[in-house]
T-cell receptor, first 114, second 113 residues
Framework: NAGVTQTPKFRILKIGQSMTLQCTQD?????MYWYRQDPGMGLKLIYY???????DKGEVPNGYNVSRSTTEDFPLRLELAAPSQTSVYFC?????????????FGEGSRLTVL | RKEVEQDPGPFNVPEGATVAFNCTYS??????FFWYRQDCRKEPKLLMS???SGNEDGRFTAQLNRASQYISLLIRDSKLSDSATYLC??????????????FGTGTRLTVIP
């Protein structure tokens, strides 16, 4: 059981470049999330999805886009990369709504924008 | 006021010591709380959930103080392997139910031999 898989694990981008961080989960979870974590900081929610075809903004969505065409996949698109987007990005999933349930995280994608 | 606040530490304690971290939350309606553990350069993993007054799992005890709006994590008989960052998380309530978690900045613990 792979859980939540993120690719790539590491990437260096130049300012203005674009890229997509891939995230897939094999647990048939409805809810998926993208968080970013800056050094010494907590996790900030970028976007989330409650199911295929449904996405919504989190706390820090500017500069990012997402799509959810299938239950399994939730890619995060960075357009016109900026140094402020240097961070570690975590994708996570949860089975359903409500205040219970564990978030399962991927191993993270470390992005540097130079 | 931030949704969740934690003392960032670091907490440096000797093996065998007891250490406690606190986490304050702003939404008095919150019903559930979570402690996640994050090892260096790794992803967060759920350590404990707290739905009522508290929860205990071996050396770890999580307690909830609703009047003062904080939760605490107590680690007894600290082990070297307990060295990590401990993140507090609270659900973000929306009309359709809690759809995501607010995370604190984490408290870093180092257990010293």
């Amino acid at each position: 059981n792979a859980g939540v898989t993120q690719t790539p694990k590491f990437r260096i981008l130049k300012i203005g470049q674009s890229m997509t961080l891939q995230c897939t989960q094999d647990m048939n979870h409805n809810y998926m999330y993208w968080y970013r974590q800056d050094p010494g900081m907590g996790l900030k929610l970028i976007y989330y999805s409650v199911g295929a075809g449904i996405t919504d903004k989190g706390e820090v969505p500017n500069g990012y886009n997402v799509s959810r065409s299938t239950t399994e996949d939730f890619p995060l698109r960075l357009e016109l990369a900026a140094p402020s987007q240097t961070s570690v990005y975590f994708c996570a999933s949860k089975k359903g709504a409500g205040n219970t349930g564990e978030l399962f995280f991927g191993e993270g994608s470390r992005l540097t924008v130079l | 006021r931030k949704e969740v606040e934690q003392d960032p530490g670091p907490f440096n304690v000797p093996e065998g010591a007891t250490v406690a971290f606190n986490c304050t939350y702003s939404n008095s309606a919150s019903q559930s709380f979570f402690w996640y553990r994050q090892d260096c350069r790794k992803e967060p993993k759920l350590l404990m959930s707290v739905y009522s007054s508290g929860n205990e799992d071996g050396r770890f005890t999580a307690q909830l103080n609703r009047a003062s709006q904080y939760i605490s994590l107590l680690i007894r008989d600290s082990k070297l392997s307990d060295s990590a960052t401990y993140l507090c998380a609270v659900p973000a309530w929306r009309q359709t139910g809690a759809n995501n978690l607010f995370f604190g900045t984490g408290t870093r613990l180092t257990v010293i031999p």
